[in-house]
C-alpha cells in the first residue's frame, strides 16, 4: 500500500516503519516542530514527493532538522506554518524561509499566523496568500505580489494590508477579510478600487462612514460576482441597498450578509423593489437573520425577485467561485 497522506500529531513518539517504501509518495505531510529527530530522517530520506506541508507549532520545542525536509522536496507547491500561540523562534523562523527559497519558483500557496515576510517576494509565481491570525497583525510592506490572484486575512493593520493589495498590480480576484474589531476600512477600500479591476469575489466588513468609497468598489471592479457583506451597527441602510441597487456592475447577483449584533429592522423590502429588472438575487445570510426574515424573503423568491436563498452565510455555501 502506498499512502499519499500523513499526519504526525503533537508529542507523536512511536517508530514508523519506513522499510516497505509506503511513503514514497506522500502528497500531503503535517507535523508539528517538535517532531522527533528519528521520524524526521526517516521523511527526509525517503519522502521526497511532498507537494502540500503544514508545519504547526508544538509549544517551544523546534526541530531545526525540517528545515532539510523542506529542501528535499522535488515539487513543494503549498505551503503552511501555523502557529495559534505565538510561540516564536526567529532563528527557526530564518531556518525555514531559507529553505522555502529554494522552492521559490513552485510554491503558489502560503499560509501563515504572523506577519507576512520578505521571503513572499521570492515566491514569483504566488497565486494564494492566507494570513490566518486572531490578532490585529502590524506590518510594512513595500514588495511587490504581480501574480497573486487569492488573498485571504484574519486580522491586519490597515495600512500593511492595503500596501500589500497594491503590490499586486492588479491580479487579484478574490479578497476574503474577516471581521476585526475596531478598524476602519477606509484606506483598504481604496487600495482595493484603485488597484484590482478584476476583482471577482469580495468579502469586506463595511460601516456608514465607508459607504461612499465602498461604492467605488462596485463602479470600478466590474467583474465582481460574489459580494459579502459583514455589517456591524450600520445605521444608513437604505443609503447602502441603494448604492447597491444603483451601482452594482451586471453581473453581481450573488450576496451574503453577516450582521454582528442583533438586528430586527432590515430594510431589505426597498432593496428587492428596487431590483425589479435584474437578474433574479442569490442570497445568504447568518442564521438568525434568514430566521427573522423568511416570510419576506419567501415572498421575494415567489415573485422572481430571488432566485434562491439559505442560512449558511459561510466561505462554503455553494456561492464560490468556479475555479
Not at 37 to 62: A, H, M, Q, T, W
Request: glycine share 4%; net charge negative; proline share 2%.
Amino acid at each position: 500500500m502506498k499512502f499519499s497522506h500523513l499526519y504526525i500529531p503533537k508529542l507523536f513518539d512511536y517508530q514508523i516503519n519506513f522499510t516497505e517504501n509506503c511513503f514514497s509518495r506522500i502528497k500531503y505531510f503535517s507535523c508539528s516542530t517538535d517532531i522527533k529527530d528519528n521520524v524526521l530522517f526517516e521523511l527526509v530520506e525517503n519522502c521526497k514527493s511532498i507537494e502540500e506541508l503544514e508545519i504547526r507549532f508544538g509549544g517551544y520545542n523546534y526541530n531545526n532538522g525540517i528545515g532539510r525536509l523542506i529542501e528535499a522536496q522535488k515539487n513543494l507547491f503549498r505551503f503552511s506554518l501555523i502557529d495559534h500561540n505565538y510561540h516564536r523562534d526567529l532563528s527557526f523562523d530564518e531556518i525555514i524561509e531559507n529553505a522555502l527559497i529554494k522552492h521559490s519558483n513552485n510554491i503558489y500557496y502560503y499560509k501563515i499566523t504572523t506577519s507576512p515576510t520578505k521571503v513572499l517576494s521570492f515566491f514569483v509565481n504566488l497565486k494564494i496568500l492566507e494570513l490566518d491570525d486572531k490578532r490585529e497583525l502590524d506590518f510594512l510592506w513595500n514588495y511587490s505580489l504581480p501574480h497573486l490572484q487569492i488573498l485571504r486575512v484574519k486580522s491586519f493593520s490597515e495600512k500593511g494590508l492595503a500596501d500589500l493589495i497594491k503590490s499586486t498590480c492588479g491580479s487579484l480576484i478574490e479578497i476574503k477579510i474577516d471581521y476585526c474589531e475596531y478598524y476602519d476600512c477606509t484606506e483598504i477600500i481604496q487600495a482595493i478600487y484603485q488597484n484590482c479591476p478584476n476583482l471577482k469575489y469580495l468579502k469586506l466588513r463595511i460601516g456608514d462612514w465607508d459607504i461612499y468609497e465602498f461604492e467605488k468598489i462596485l463602479i470600478n471592479c466590474q467583474y465582481l460576482d460574489i459580494l459579502f457583506i459583514i455589517i456591524d451597527n450600520l445605521y444608513y441602510w437604505n443609503f447602502l441597498f441603494e448604492v447597491l441597487t444603483k451601482s452594482s456592475p451586471i453581473g453581481l447577483f450573488k450576496f451574503k450578509f453577516q450582521f454582528i449584533f442583533d438586528s430586527f429592522y432590515i430594510p431589505l423590502k426597498p432593496f428587492f423593489d428596487n431590483w425589479v429588472g435584474r437578474c433574479p438575487i442569490l442570497l445568504s445570510f447568518d442564521m438568525t437573520t434568514a430566521e427573522l426574515m423568511e416570510d419576506l424573503l419567501k415572498e421575494y423568491e415567489d415573485k422572481g425577485i430571488i432566485e434562491n436563498y439559505n442560512n449558511l452565510c459561510d466561505d462554503d455555501d455553494g456561492f464560490e467561485l468556479e475555479k
